[in-house]
C-alpha cells in the first residue's frame, strides 16, 4: 500500500507536465500554417510572407505560407474555416474574403462568424494603372480616350463582382464612360502578365500590387481611389482631386478558426504586433507603397461588421440604378 501510494503520487506531481499543444507553455508545438487564398506572386502573398516571416522568429515555431487559390478567395478561407481550431492555421483575408464572397452568397457553408479576426495589417486604396505602351499615360487621357471610343479602352479588374469591378462600374458611372472590363481572377498576379502582355490598357488594384513594374517604368499609377495622396507615390492624383466620390481599396485581415484556445491567439497577435512595428516591415511597406494599418482583437471584429454594412450599400446604390 505505501509504494502504491508513492507512485500515485509521483504520476501526480508528473500530470501538469502532460499539457495539450495547445496550453500556453508549449505553444507553438508544431507548424503554424498561413494560407493566402491568393497566387504567389501577388501584393497579399507578399505582404503575408514578408510579416509572416519576421513573426516567426517572436513566435519561437516554424511558419510558413501556403497559396490556395480559387472563388474569389474563398477556397483558401473554407480551408481555415474547416481547420482544426488549435492555433496551427492561420487565414490572410481580404476584401473579396470579407465583402464579395458574403454578398454573393453562393456558398452556404462559408461565414465569417466560423473565424475571429487576429488583426488587420493593412489598408489601401485602389488605384488605376496603364502600361508604359498605353495610348494614354495620365487621368485626363484615359478618360478622353473611353469617350472617343467606347468599350475600347480595355481594364484589367480582378473578378466579375470583386470591389475592382465595383471600383470600375462606380467610374462609369460618374464620367460617362465605357470600358471594356476583362476579369482575371486570382489578384494582381495574372493582371501584372495582362499589362506586360498589351491584353489590356489598364488595370485596377493597389499602388503597392503593382510594386515592382511601376519601380521598373512597366506600369505608371494615373488615379488612386483616395482622399489623400500616396506618401511612396505622391506624383499620382487622388479621385477627390478630381471631384470624384470614389474611394475604395483592400486590406489584409489575419483570423483563425473561432474556437481557436486564447493563449495560441494572444500568442499569434503578440508576434503579428511585433512584426509590424519592426523597421524591417515598416520600412519595406513604405518602400513599395503599402499602407500599414494595425487593428486587432474585438475592434477588428467591430471593423468587419462596419465595413460590410457600408459596402453592401453601396453596391446596392450602383445595382439600383
Known sequence: MRNTLACLAILA????????????????????????????????????RKITTIAESEL???????????????TGVMEVMNSTADGYTVGALTYDSVVTVPRQGLLSSYSLDKLVPIARITSEPDALMVGKNAPFQTYDEMIAAAKDAPGEVRVGIQNIGSRTHLAMLRLQELTGTEFDLIAYPGG?????????????DAV????????PLIQSGDAKGVIEFSESRNPTYSDVPTTKEKDLDLQ??????????ADTPEAARTALTNAYKTAYDSDAFQSWVSDIGVTPSWIAGDDAG????????????LMDEIEGK
Open 248 to 257: 475604395i481599396g483592400s486590406f489584409i485581415l489575419l483570423a483563425v478558426p
Open 13 to 48: 506531481g508528473a500530470l501538469p507536465l502532460m499539457t495539450a499543444p495547445g496550453q500556453a507553455q508549449d505553444y507553438p508545438a508544431k507548424d503554424v500554417r498561413v494560407v493566402v487564398p491568393w497566387g504567389a506572386g501577388g501584393g497579399t502573398d507578399a505582404i503575408t
Open 188 to 200: 494582381a498576379a495574372p493582371q501584372k502578365e495582362a499589362l506586360l502582355s498589351g491584353e489590356v
Open 60 to 74: 519561437g515555431g516554424t511558419m510558413y505560407v501556403e497559396n490556395v487559390e480559387g472563388g474569389a478567395s474563398a
Open 204 to 211: 485596377v488594384t493597389s499602388l503597392g500590387d503593382f510594386a
Open 302 to 313: 467591430k471593423w468587419v461588421e462596419s465595413t460590410q454594412t457600408e459596402l453592401f450599400q
